[in-house]
């Protein structure tokens, strides 16, 4: 059994809408998304292909994961479109880097600084404040906060227990037991996850729970296509080269506020306080970011999309932080 890889990097402008399915002979499929989004003065060429995306694949049709990079506005700004609860896709899972909360003021400040438009829209303002509430609200059955991998030398390929399909995992599945559609989808590697249950507040105010799980980067999603067939890896996994030097930008925010820092992050610690920033402190935020935006890039989460190792062949080769990947080309088609 083969698999047909599809992907399509979708014209939006300035910005990034990447969409890709699996396919396995059976007719089995797993579809997923890597950001969506584009700057303000896109926004009608951006709805187009997120238009053309839903009209091809069909309304309310399952998206299995959602990949958010980072939250810069670019990126994220078309996710509720592409997940309207009556128009758009069903999302199983959303995957996005674990981002504190220094990343996410700066993502806020450099978008009033860049394009003042974009810090009125409601779901941008609300995933800089409370990821969690934000995401819930579209519907996911899980969202999955990527952290920097830990210290004990797992990786996908690496070929430990939890390289087996079935194997013993030391985090629990969260990806749950055989699906009824779709292919089958496992977390695989050696890491740790910490998996609870996060309340949020839905659009008509009622509150309801979503999954949350924080995992090492040194997990991967291993998508299984049958007995003959390889296994697909999906490996997040944070860019090593990416440096926050997050504290300048809490000390220059702390010092137009006439505070200490010690006092600023005591304050951000509670979610209002950041909400209430982000509508009545951009003035701080902007002067914040012009002190220090030559100097601060933020946390990343970048995706390896390719086949797990095969023993034995060595005739291509994946390269990723996590590892190198094998395949044979045989067993492997590009379309699209």
């Not at 299984?224 to 504290?247: H, V, Y």
Request: proline fraction near 4%; glycine fraction near 10%.
């Amino acid at each position: 059994m083969t698999f047909i890889i599809r992907r399509d990097q979708r014209a939006v402008g300035q910005g990034f809408f990447h969409t890709a399915e699996l396919e396995a002979e059976d007719g089995r499929k797993l579809r997923y998304v890597y950001d969506c989004g584009a700057m303000k003065k896109y926004e009608t060429q951006r709805n187009a292909r997120i238009d053309e995306y839903l009209k091809a694949v069909g309304a309310n049709a399952e998206l299995d994961v959602l990949f958010i990079s980072h939250i810069h506005f670019d990126h994220i700004s078309g996710i509720e479109r592409l997940l309207d609860k009556t128009n758009g896709l069903t999302v199983d899972t959303i995957v996005m880097p674990l981002i504190n909360v220094a990343d996410r003021l700066f993502a806020y400040a450099r978008a009033a600084n860049e394009d003042p438009a974009t810090i009125n829209d409601p779901f941008f303002r609300e995933l800089v404040a409370n990821p969690a509430n934000a995401l819930g609200r579209l519907g996911p059955r899980q969202l999955l906060f990527v952290r920097r991998g830990s210290s004990d030398g797992g990786a996908p390929g690496s070929g430990g227990d939890d390289d087996v399909p079935d194997g013993p995992t030391d985090i629990p599945r969260v990806w749950g037991d055989e699906r009824a559609r779709g292919l089958n989808l496992k977390l695989i590697g050696r890491g740790t996850g910490d998996e609870r249950k996060e309340p949020f507040i839905e659009s008509d105010g009622t509150e309801a729970v979503t999954t949350v799980v924080e995992v090492d980067d040194t997990l991967a999603i291993a998508v299984a296509g049958g007995e003959s067939c390889f296994e697909w890896i999906l490996s997040p996994f944070i860019d090593p080269t990416i440096q926050s030097k997050k504290f300048l930008f809490l000390r220059e925010l702390a010092t137009v506020r006439g505070i200490s820092v010690s006092r600023l992050k005591s304050w951000l610690g509670n979610t209002a306080n950041i909400a209430d920033l982000l509508l009545n402190g951009v003035p701080d935020l902007a002067a914040a970011y012009e002190a220090v935006a030559d100097d601060f890039n933020l946390t990343s989460l970048c995706l390896y999309s390719g086949p797990k190792a095969n023993d034995g062949s060595t005739e291509g080769v994946y390269q990723a932080r996590l590892g190198s990947y094998f395949h044979a080309p045989t067993l492997r088609r590009e379309i699209g």
